[in-house]
T-cell receptor
Framework: SQQGEEDPQALSIQEGENATMNCSYKTSINNLQWYRQNSGRGLVHLILIRSNEREKHSGRLRVTLDTSKKSSSLLITASRAADTASYFCATDAAGEGIGPGANSKLTFGKGITLSVRP | DTGVSQDPRHKITKRGQNVTFRCDPI?????LYWYRQTLGQGPEFLTYFQNEAQLEKSRLLSDRFSAERPKGSFSTLEIQRTEQGDSAMYLCASRLVGSSYNEQFFGPGTRLTVL
């Protein structure tokens, strides 16, 4: 079953604008990750934020996590046409162990389709 | 290219036929996962291996599905008596247990179409 719910389902912006995508989830987590998928291709890992972190940056990416609201947001600044893709949040649920013994299976949302117009 | 490869990339088959997919993970990765993704949805977990041991199977994995990782390296996913509902992208991912991250490296997927 899908754990995360991304919002909006689709987003269309102009190149150079910022894109903000939101994700809500249901259960307690060890960490939350964002992935990108270009049409018909595999997933590319973007960024991981642990449950005890509130904000993380990687290049043009900024992710926040609010465990009290069970929500996360991904901000892409200064978007480019090459950012056009589907974006998924994925959670690694707590309670299934941590460390090497945990299964660490990921539960994905349905994804957000981002279109960046040149 | 993440270093995880899958073969074939596309498979078209008729209902009732058997199909087998292969995944080659990153060589030092001891954890291997299979996911299934249908159109407009996110990937859904199917099963995972720690070395050659299959440690968990999702309820999505009916008895027509079987996965192996015989030497703890590559893995195969076989679907017997395929049904139209099996049409999906099958994704493989690998991870190195003991690393501080739970980053999973995904292959390009095998797209299955059952006619």
């Amino acid at each position: 079953s899908q754990q995360g719910e991304e919002d909006p389902q689709a987003l269309s912006i102009q190149e150079g604008e910022n894109a903000t995508m939101n994700c809500s989830y249901k259960t307690s987590i060890n960490n939350l990750q964002w992935y990108r998928q270009n049409s018909g291709r595999g997933l590319v890992h973007l960024i991981l934020i642990r449950s005890n972190e509130r904000e993380k940056h990687s290049g043009r990416l900024r992710v926040t996590l609010d465990t009290s609201k069970k929500s996360s947001s991904l901000l892409i600044t200064a978007s480019r046409a090459a950012d056009t893709a589907s974006y998924f949040c994925a959670t690694d649920a707590a309670g299934e162990g941590i460390g090497p013994g945990a299964n660490s299976k990921l539960t994905f949302g349905k994804g957000i389709t981002l279109s960046v117009r040149p | 290219d993440t270093g995880v490869s899958q073969d074939p990339r596309h498979k078209i088959t008729k209902r009732g036929q058997n199909v087998t997919f292969r995944c080659d993970p990153i060589s030092e990765h001891n954890r291997l996962y299979w996911y299934r993704q249908t159109l407009g949805q996110g990937p859904e977990f199917l099963t995972y291996f720690q070395n050659e041991a299959q440690l968990e199977k999702s309820r999505l994995l009916s008895d027509r599905f079987s996965a192996e990782r015989p030497k703890g390296s590559f893995s195969t996913l076989e679907i017997q008596r395929t049904e139209q509902g099996d049409s999906a992208m099958y994704l493989c991912a690998s991870r190195l247990v003991g690393s501080s991250y739970n980053e999973q490296f995904f292959g390009p997927g095998t797209r299955l179409t059952v006619l």
